[in-house]
């Protein structure tokens, strides 16, 4: 018999450096691609990557690129991590946070169809 479950979990749940993580491979996705454009395009000679007053071009301008863009990836890391903290904090002290799903069907298992045999 197929059936639906529904599964609760709380903001207090998930662990500070689990919100970290989930905002740093956000941010490096968003960062990546557009390091990746940038150098690629610093790497085909146009003057995209800025640095120290001067323009980069060729493959040192894909290294800084992506340089710049991990940095920035991380700094938003960091800021998500911060405001996920906050926000933890806020939902312990008001109890609110709540994340209803469902899931299903559920197939059975090699037990429950072992044991109908």
């Known amino acids: ?3 639906f479950q529904l599964n609760e979990i709380n903001l207090t749940q998930l662990p500070s450096g689990t919100i970290f993580k989930i905002g740093f491979l956000c941010n ?5 691609v557009f ?3 940038v150098g690629g395009m610093a790497l085909a000679g146009f003057e995209t990557v800025h640095w120290n007053g001067t323009y980069v071009t060729g493959f040192s301008g ?4 992506l340089m710049i863009s991990a940095i920035f990836a991380v700094l938003g890391a960091v800021l998500l ?3 996920g903290l906050i926000i933890g904090l806020i939902a312990r002290r008001f109890n609110f946070g709540k994340l209803q799903y469902m ?3 559920t197939t059975n298992s090699a ?3 072992s044991n109908k045999s």
């Open 111 to 113: 037990e429950e169809v």
């Open 81 to 83: 991590f911060l405001g």
């Open 35 to 37: 390091g990746l454009l």
């Open 28 to 32: 490096l996705g968003l960062w990546g």
């Open 1 to 3: 018999m197929n059936h």
């Open 62 to 65: 894909l290294i800084v690129g």
């Open 103 to 105: 899931t299903g069907p």
